[in-house]
T-cell receptor, first 117, second 113 residues
Framework: NAGVTQTPKFHILKIGQSMTLQCTQDMNHNYMYWYRQDPGMGLKLIYYSVGAGITDKGEVPNGYNVSRSTTEDFPLRLELAAPSQTSVYFC????????????????FGDGTRLSIL | GENVEQHPSTLSVQEGDSAVIKCTYSDSASNYFPWYKQELGKGPQLIIDIRSNVGEKKDQRIAVTLNKTAKHFSLHITETQPEDSAVYFCAAPKGEYGNKLVFGTGTILRVKS
């Protein structure tokens, strides 16, 4: 069982370039999330999705875009990369339904370490 | 909205000793409190969680306690081992359905052998 898979693991990007971070999960989870992790700052929510075709902003969405065309995939797009977007990015998924209760664990991938120079 | 504070930011203990990490939250309606462990180069992994209808939950050497009146919850690790060295995060739910999490800033635990 692969769980949540993120690619690439590492990447160096030049200022002003664009790129897409990939995330896929094989647990048939309806919720998916993108976080960034900066030293000493914990995890900050960028965007999340409650299912295919439905996305919403988190705490720090500026400079990012997402789409959710399938249950499995939730790519994160960086447009016009800036040095402030240097971070470690984590994707997570969870199974949340009214029947199961909304308070369920999130399952994380191993992250993409992105440097913007 | 929910705000979570976590202390201490770093904790060093001798192998075999206990470690305690404490978190406070602001939203009295919050009812789910997970703890995650993050090893170097890996994503956070859930190690234990507690819901508001219980005050304590144990899983082998790990326990979590919840004080809803004071709005704080704590992670207790007994008989620490070198493999417990990692970063630990607490979290609390946010949003209309609690379908988002707010994370604490993390505690670096070092277990010295």
């Amino acid at each position: 069982n692969a769980g949540v898979t993120q690619t690439p693991k590492f990447h160096i990007l030049k200022i002003g370039q664009s790129m897409t971070l990939q995330c896929t999960q094989d647990m048939n989870h309806n919720y998916m999330y993108w976080y960034r992790q900066d030293p000493g700052m914990g995890l900050k929510l960028i965007y999340y999705s409650v299912g295919a075709g439905i996305t919403d902003k988190g705490e720090v969405p500026n400079g990012y875009n997402v789409s959710r065309s399938t249950t499995e995939d939730f790519p994160l797009r960086l447009e016009l990369a800036a040095p402030s977007q240097t971070s470690v990015y984590f994707c997570a998924s969870s199974s949340l339904t009214p029947l199961q209760g909304y308070n369920q664990p999130q399952h994380f991938g191993d992250g993409t370490r992105l440097s913007i120079l | 909205g929910e705000n979570v504070e976590q202390h201490p930011s770093t904790l060093s203990v001798q192998e075999g000793d206990s470690a305690v990490i404490k978190c406070t939250y602001s939203d009295s309606a919050s009812n789910y409190f997970p703890w995650y462990k993050q090893e170097l180069g890996k994503g956070p992994q859930l190690i234990i969680d507690i819901r508001s209808n219980v005050g304590e939950k144990k899983d082998q050497r790990i326990a979590v306690t919840l004080n809803k009146t004071a709005k704080h919850f704590s992670l207790h690790i007994t008989e620490t081992q070198p493999e417990d060295s990692a970063v630990y995060f607490c979290a609390a739910p946010k949003g209309e359905y609690g379908n988002k999490l707010v994370f604490g800033t993390g505690t670096i635990l070092r277990v010295k052998s």
